[in-house]
């Protein structure tokens, strides 16, 4: 984490963000609330590989069976797609991660894309909801691929492939978690306040 750069009438903010959170924690809306108030691109691996599926790609035809059963695509099909997304004009003065990075080789990965750009991520925040309230939000949220069984596979499969970057961004002085069982508003309100510190 920085230092304080200046205090409460500070608009300076971090903008090389990644947004950590289990499903249904809220990444992608306050990813898209975010976005407009810190001036940087939201970037959701999880929509960009719906949109591929929808439209038909190569990468999509090769994603859709995975991400139907909840499962992960492999790291390296994820390191194409967020190289190429992050070379894009609009992530050049910053952007908001929300789903990647989601194991620890993506973390490597995304620190040497960064390190090849020459910047560094500013900041990572947790957004942190108690387990039963996520199934009971996947659960209502009824999107094609939110069955309860797909649902209890991808809550373990952050607990078992993506929880442990909470560990590695703690150690590398970057994490800030905040409580996500509150009101849209409220998160959205706590997760500014912590990336204006
Ligand atoms: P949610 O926010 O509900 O966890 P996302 O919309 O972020 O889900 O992602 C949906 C699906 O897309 C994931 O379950 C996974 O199959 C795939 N996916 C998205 N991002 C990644 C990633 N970084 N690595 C591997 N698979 C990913």
Do not use: C, W
């Amino acid at each position: 984490m920085a230092a304080s750069r200046g205090g409460a009438a500070s608009v300076q903010a971090m903008k090389r963000i990644v947004l950590l959170g289990p499903p249904g924690s809220g990444k992608g809306t306050q990813a898209a609330r975010l976005a407009a108030d810190l001036g940087v691109p939201a970037i959701s691996t999880g929509e960009m590989l719906r949109s591929a599926v929808a439209a038909g790609t190569p990468l999509g035809r090769t994603v859709a069976g995975i991400m139907n059963a909840g499962r992960l695509v492999d790291d390296a099909t994820m390191a194409d797609v967020v190289t190429a997304r992050l070379a894009e004009n609009d992530a050049q003065g910053g952007f908001l991660l929300d789903g990647y990075p989601r194991t620890l080789p993506q973390a490597e990965t995304l620190g040497e894309i960064l390190a090849e750009q020459g910047v560094e991520l500013e900041g990572v925040v947790l957004i942190d909801v108690p387990p039963e309230v996520l199934v009971e939000r996947a659960l209502l949220r009824q999107r094609a691929d939110d069955t309860a069984e797909v649902i209890r596979e991808r809550l373990a499969v952050y607990a078992r492939e993506t929880a442990p970057l909470i560990g590695y961004y703690r150690d590398r002085g970057l994490l800030e978690e905040i409580d996500g069982h509150r009101t849209m508003d409220e998160v959205t309100a706590a997760l500014l306040a912590v990336l204006r510190s």
